[in-house]
């Protein structure tokens, strides 16, 4: 039987004036050619902006020096042959980028879908939907529906490891919640019941990562130009 595989790397762009070469690459080179692979189905880069990690909780060790989180969905694990052999063979025809590092990679079987109440679209389809951007819980399970009925959500999205990983409590979950309302007010609410054991949120020290990330237009790559020495 199929099941849904998603692909994670939670990466940090190592040299501070490369990010313009680093979306480039990505955007026009290295996702595209994911797709050429029959069993990926999704697959999107989203960008932890300066503003975003402002408007998340402050993020594990592990995750911490990460700007960017990609997520590719598989129709099941008999995809990741061929996507590690593509990886390898972009490597050796010097496609690749290196000024980078992935701290968090790799497959989480999908455990759980929401949509949000009222929304006409099957939950099935919730990632494909264009929203402003997402909202990424990374250590111990969340709750998905919950997520799901805040305002501003369109659904979330939950993963756990193929194997029991090392996160708080154990086994490692992703939740992804796509945003169709605003983005920052949205976070701001999310925050504030993730961080409430008494609201039934799991508390910051549950959570290596909880943080909104944008969208990425493929012709603007100014978010931390800023904090590039001149």
């Known amino acids: 039987m199929q099941r849904v595989i998603g692909f994670f790397s939670f990466t940090e762009v190592t040299d501070p004036g490369g990010h313009r070469a680093y979306n480039k690459w990505h955007q026009f080179d290295h996702l595209p050619e994911q797709f050429s692979i029959d069993g990926i189905v999704f697959g999107q880069r ?80 919730v990632p494909f939907r264009p929203a402003h951007g997402i909202y990424v819980v990374v250590g111990r399970g969340v709750d998905g529906e919950r997520m799901a009925a805040e305002p501003g959500v369109a659904g979330a999205w939950s993963f756990s490891a193929l194997a029991d990983g090392d996160g708080p409590g154990g086994q490692r979950h992703i939740t992804v919640a796509f945003i169709d309302g605003d983005l920052f007010s949205t976070a701001a609410n999310l925050g504030k019941w993730l961080s409430d054991p008494a609201a039934g949120g799991p508390g910051p020290a549950a959570l290596e990562w909880a943080a909104p990330l944008e969208v990425i237009d493929a012709n603007q790559y100014d978010w931390f130009d800023r904090l590039t020495p001149q």
Request: net charge neutral; charged share 20%; proline share 8%.
């Open 46 to 125: 989203w960008v932890a902006t300066p503003a975003c990690r402002a408007a998340g909780l402050e993020p594990g060790p592990l995750l911490s020096r990460c700007h960017y989180m990609t997520l590719y969905l598989m129709r099941d694990v008999e995809a990741l042959p061929e996507f590690f052999e593509l990886a390898v063979r972009l490597r050796e025809e010097g496609r690749f980028f290196a000024a980078r590092i992935s701290h968090l990679s790799g497959p989480f079987t999908v455990d759980g879908r929401w949509v949000a109440p009222g929304l006409v679209l099957s939950v099935a389809a």
